[in-house]
């Protein structure tokens, strides 16, 4: 008789599949099925990567950029990314700050790993981004949630921040604008809780992938532009997923002070080597080619506005439902708890009954939440929120 498999890591054993891609699953296996489902899971673009990153990629790959490229990205991004932080915030870096991986995901965990050690807390802000607490624990790191609920406009204040810090704090992870909220925070607002963290010595991940996805006249904030002390513990994460619509290529960016950026590079070095090689040309063209850059940018922007308008405006029509208008992202976080169901419970109901596919906001650690993509067509919103305005009549009864 043979003796049973070992078990597993601790790792395996912990980790917890990403809920928005296992909703975004069972949505596309009831569209394949020939069901007509309304999807507000998937945090991507439904435009296409605009045609002048396509053709540099291809050119790239015809012309024989096939090989290894250096870890932290070929020399003439690393500079373009440079640049545009020189151009955009005033900030002022060298290429051997920068390091390019596979996916702004990636970024996050190489920063959390580079940084933290088994037993450190880290601070995350809830809602959150659902790979936060896995890569913290991953890294074998502790998540420390702080909730901020619609109350505050889900942002954070200096004062909660400072109650969550421990000896063990080591890192603060900051998310603006949000997924899976929406919620921008101001520059004041940030510099308030910077300046908790650099109180007690702490390193800050702030994660501002959606930094060119915002509205009614909302800023980013790059704040490693604070001063030298913040930008000195500060590890800034962006990307091309969102802006570019490039989800699929995959190419996340790091900013970090010199001596966290060469960890970083290392720790890539032995776990993903670099970025598929063609694919950085096409990032490449994205920022050197700027004028067909911001006009693509501008279509998707005039086209998330609208649909961010119309859905928040036909939520707020729904009895029951409450819903801030988001200034950022392409997301709303509409408050469904007068109904009195887990927010599990409704969104599986939700798909069953109408077809229609949202997250949960337990998901992001904010029962009684959904959290709905507006990153998909207008006919679609439409009568997806038709759909759930239906249901949520059907629950009042």
Known sequence: MSN???????????????????????????????EDVCGFAAGEPDFDTPEHIKDACIAALKGGKTKYAP??????????????????????????????????????????????????EVIVPAPFWVSYPEMVKLAGAVPKFVLADDTTGFRLTPAMVEAAITPKTKLLILNSPSNPTGAVYSRQELEAIVAVAMKHNLYILSDEMYEHLVYDGAKPTCIATFSKEVEARTITVAGFSKTYAMTGWRIGTTLAPAPIAKAISELQSQMSS????????GALAALKEKEKTSA???????????RRKFLHAELNKIPGVTCLLAEGA????????????KD????????????????????????????????????????GVDRLARFCASLKK
């Open 4 to 34: 049973p498999p070992a078990p597993l890591s601790t790792w395996a054993r912990n980790v917890s599949p990403s809920p928005t891609l296992a909703v975004d699953a069972k949505a596309k296996a009831l569209q394949a099925a020939g």
């Open 71 to 120: 870890t932290p990205g070929i020399e003439p991004l690393r500079q373009a990314i440079v640049d545009r932080y020189a151009a955009e915030y005033g900030l002022k870096a060298a290429p051997s700050q920068v390091i390019v991986s596979p996916g702004g995901k990636f970024n996050c965990y190489l920063g959390v790993l580079a940084t933290c050690s088994p037993g450190d």
């Open 274 to 281: 670099n970025v598929t090689t063609f694919a950085q040309y």
């Open 296 to 306: 693509a940018l501008k279509t998707m922007l005039v086209a998330f506005d609208r």
């Open 330 to 341: 392409f997301y709303l976080f509409p408050n469904i708890s007068s109904f009195g169901l």
């Open 344 to 383: 599990l419970d409704f969104c599986n109901r939700l798909l069953d009954v109408e077809k229609v596919a949202a997250v949960p906001g337990s998901a992001f650690g904010a029962e009684g939440y959904l959290r709905l993509s507006y990153a998909t067509s207008d006919e679609i919103i439409k009568k």
